[in-house]
């Protein structure tokens, strides 16, 4: 997330000030390449799916084992992190909210071992 802000604020800075305009275009699409090659923006879960207690992630006919979930931003999102570090996000305005809370409640008991 500092790395998608630090992006952003360089090409306000580049478009606010008298910087000359072919240099500014350069720098943008530099940075926007930066920006896509470290994959900043994750692929959204746009699929129905379920999440189940034992750490698997299901869209569809897919099934994912997940390796972590980054709860740090919950109260937006919550960023699913599979095998091979592959990386989803799921908004919290994508699903019901009573959903969306039994996701926290069951991966926080997954990851403390409560039953």
């Known amino acids: 997330m500092v790395q998608w ?3 952003q604020l360089s090409i ?7 910087f000359p305009l072919i240099p500014s275009i350069i720098c943008i699409g530099w940075l926007l390449n930066i920006w896509h090659e470290q994959k900043l ?6 699929e129905p799916c379920r999440y189940t207690d034992t ?7 897919r099934q994912q084992r997940i390796e ?25 305005d994508s699903c019901r909210d009573h959903t969306y809370r039994q996701l926290l409640v069951m991966e926080k008991r997954r990851r403390y071992h409560l039953r």
């Open 41 to 46: 923006l994750l692929p959204v879960i746009s």
């Open 68 to 92: 972590q979930v980054e709860l740090s931003f919950a109260i937006w999102f919550v960023i699913f992190v599979g095998e091979h570090g592959k990386r989803q996000i799921l908004w919290r």
């Open 55 to 61: 750490g698997m992630l299901i869209a569809g006919i």
């Open 12 to 18: 306000w800075a580049l478009i606010s000030t008298n």
């Open 5 to 7: 802000l630090i992006v």
